[in-house]
């Protein structure tokens, strides 16, 4: 038992579009479809839907930080909150407290955006059923559940103004993330370096080209993300 909370990387293998990887995407399909389906009922436990949820990503993200620190392994050049999916679930848990529609329209973006491309190409050196396995795939999921949550449940429509409001604040991001990495001479929001592992980055080019090839991606993203909302998802929960 003690292993699965260890750093040892051997016995817990990851690989990508295994059979655990495909698990955790199984699972985030679902989990989206049920949202939908039982957004009535959720409508009447709202408060304590988002309690759980709440509870959910708080408790794994601060079990994540005690599995670091327990071992000497936390260290200022990657564990502070300026990886895009750290700064997600930040907003996501101030979502959930206070259900502010600004905040809603900053996650829904970057939070969707961002933890869907980290759940297909994760940047995971440990395995099933390692602790860190569970906790990564666990808090990213849960940051597009609780977008797709005020998405479905509170119906609360992504905009153009929140589009650019989001794209506005990723960039800030960048900056902090940009100045962090040579104070602490870390990756965050991999400004620095391409992940180790394979990852869509791969094909953007070289540094310091990628980066901007990012920035064209995210846009991009972004105004996928609202023209399949405003065309399509609203009208059909609004019904």
Not at 124 to 142: C, E, N, W
Not at 175 to 184: D, G, L, P, S
Request: net charge positive; charged share 10%.
């Amino acid at each position: 038992m003690h292993n699965l909370f260890g750093h040892e990387y051997d016995p817990f293998p990851f690989s990508p579009y295994s059979f655990s990887h495909f698990f955790m995407i199984t699972m985030l399909i679902i989990g989206s479809v049920l949202i939908y389906y039982f957004r009535e009922f959720l409508r009447k436990h709202d408060k304590t839907a988002r309690i759980i949820m709440f509870v959910s990503l708080f408790l794994f993200e601060t079990l994540y930080h005690i599995w670091l620190y327990k071992d000497g392994y936390w260290d200022i050049s990657f564990t502070l909150p300026l990886q895009l999916c750290s700064l997600s679930l930040i907003l996501c848990l101030i979502l959930l407290y206070t259900q502010c529609k600004i905040i809603f329209q900053i996650v829904f973006f970057i939070g969707i955006s961002g933890a869907f491309m980290a759940i297909l190409t994760p940047e995971l050196f440990l395995g099933f059923p390692h602790f860190r396995y569970f906790q990564f795939f666990i808090t990213h999921i849960l940051i597009i559940w609780t977008c797709l949550y005020f998405l479905f449940i509170h119906q609360l429509a992504p905009t153009r103004r929140g589009m650019l409001s989001s794209f506005l604040f990723l960039n800030l991001s960048a900056v902090c993330a940009y100045i962090a990495n040579k104070i602490t001479n870390g990756n965050y929001m991999f400004l620095a370096s391409k992940p180790t592992n394979g990852s869509l980055l791969d094909y953007f080019g070289p540094f310091p080209l990628y980066i901007l090839a990012l920035e064209v991606s995210a846009l991009i993203l972004f105004f996928l993300l609202f023209l399949i909302c405003d065309k399509v998802i609203m009208k059909v929960i609004q019904k």
